[in-house]
């Protein structure tokens, strides 16, 4: 996984895109056994309020500059 990353990066190519594209090999790469990785309970933190209301704050604050919309 870690040569997969830096070969991404020396190759020129962004650190996000790098990273995902390394861990997409790293689960590809351990065959069958990837399946039983990702459980429903695993999404059990998305549903946390306090990480829902940074969303939407982010959300928001895209919104209002798109908008021009200014509290001053």
Known sequence: MLAGFVICLVGGMPIGFALAL???IFILGRGHAARGDFRPADGAGID???LLAIRFFILVGY?????GCRFA
């Open 22 to 24: 390394s861990a997409l």
């Open 48 to 50: 946390n309020f306090v």
């Open 63 to 67: 919104l209002m500059e798109a908008t």
